[in-house]
């Protein structure tokens, strides 16, 4: 899991400063959107980072923000960040965002993909095994029923 906030006005002066910061973090058909959802995606890449572990040579653009059909904010993971995901067996991310109050924030869960069955086990190597004798004086067990003596070869 990772959480992360970023101040909306401070983040709008870092991107009015120029420079290729704003190419950096966002692919150029989200790098127009206002500064609120700017600042909400790049919060999203930074729980994602989290999230996994913050590996160094994760780069921002291989983290999309993208919205589904009701507008629910989903990551497309890609290069770097899908393999790290992968290394880590996360079969699905879940993404919160909000931005109010002059803050933006992000939640993001990393799930674990469900393990896979395992094919039951070969039997050990070895010689097969042989009952164990019998215990002298042991009544004989009754038809359809155990012996009382759990050693004995009913």
Known sequence: M??????????????????????????????????RSLAARFAAKEALAKALGAPPGLRWRDARVRRGDHG?????????????????????????????????TAFVVAERAPATALPPAA?????????APPVPGAPPAAPGRPHPDPTHPS
């Open 2 to 35: 990772g959480v992360d906030v970023v101040g909306i006005e401070r983040f709008a002066a870092v991107l009015a400063r120029g420079g290729a910061l704003r190419a950096r973090l966002f692919d150029p058909d989200e790098a127009d959107l206002p500064v």
């Open 72 to 104: 629910a904010p989903w990551l497309e993971l890609r290069g770097g960040v899908a393999l790290r995901a992968a290394e880590l067996g996360v079969g699905a991310v879940h993404l919160s965002l909000s931005h109010d109050a002059g803050i933006a």
């Open 123 to 131: 039997p050990a190597p070895g010689p097969p095994s042989r009952p």
